[in-house]
């Protein structure tokens, strides 16, 4: 299976503990997004990498949360000192250009099945 | 991003098609319209995108009115797999098109 592998698929963690997920891209796609979808609700933009560039991180919150994306290996999401309410389920895409400019647009992204993080 | 709206919840039977409306009345003429479905424990998976003219693929066909105020997501012969929420997504050419906005979607529970 060539697609975006995510791990772990769960992982649990006590209050307090530091939390890292793990995303590789598609074959052949150098832009990476991560993502994060409370229960009930709809996935919510956090951070957009390169390969060792952060572009965007607007939809990330400012403390505890980093996102990384290195010249050789998958792009990391960390979260420090992780509290009840950063359990939810966190995807990454890729794409192989990030789809912006005219005739750009057909690029579109494809998700990793997601880790579960849940917070004891 | 121009937004959309689809209905909450929709019913087909197994075997028959699936149309799944979306409007996006405020759509500008550089956005796109982009189809994703996210089955239960998964994540998102692309469906297929349009810009104005009608698109097909493996999975499904696109139609998009010729005002682009709406389209519609057609499954031709729905499985029981194709049980899923399914997200309309507008997405511009530029400035930070990368940032998906996923609303509630629609939940198509296709029946044996």
């Known amino acids: 299976n060539a697609g975006v592998m995510q791990n772990p698929r769960h992982l649990v963690r006590r209050r307090g503990q530091e939390a890292r997920l793990r995303c590789s891209p598609m074959?052949?796609?150098?832009?990476v997004y991560w993502y994060r979808q409370l229960p009930e609700e709809g996935l919510k933009f956090m951070v957009y990498l390169q390969k060792e560039n952060i572009i965007d991180e607007s939809g990330m919150p400012k403390e505890r949360f980093s996102a990384e994306f290195p010249k050789e290996g998958p792009s990391i999401l960390r979260i420090q000192q992780v509290v009840r309410g950063d359990s939810a389920a966190y995807f990454c895409?890729?794409?192989?250009?990030?789809?912006?400019?005219?005739?750009?647009?057909?690029?579109?992204?494809?998700f990793g099945d997601g880790t579960r993080l849940s917070i004891l | 991003d121009a937004k959309t709206t689809q209905p909450t919840s929709m019913d087909c039977a197994e075997g028959r098609a699936a149309n799944l409306p979306c409007n996006h009345s405020t759509i500008s003429g550089n956005e796109y319209v982009y189809w994703y479905r996210q089955i239960h424990s998964q994540g998102p998976q692309y469906i297929i995108h349009g810009l104005k003219n009608n698109e097909t693929n493996e999975m499904a066909s696109l139609i998009i009115t010729e005002d682009r105020k709406s389209s519609t997501l057609i499954l031709p012969h729905a499985t029981l797999r194709d049980t899923a929420v399914y997200y309309c997504?507008?997405?511009?050419?530029?400035?930070?098109?990368?940032?998906?906005?996923f609303g509630k979607g629609t939940l198509l529970t296709v029946n044996p």
């Open positions: 074959k052949g796609h150098s832009h």
């Open positions: 895409a890729s794409s192989r250009t990030s789809g912006t400019g005219q005739g750009m647009s057909n690029q579109p992204q494809h």
């Open positions: 997504i507008v997405r511009s050419s530029g400035g930070s098109n990368y940032k998906l906005t």
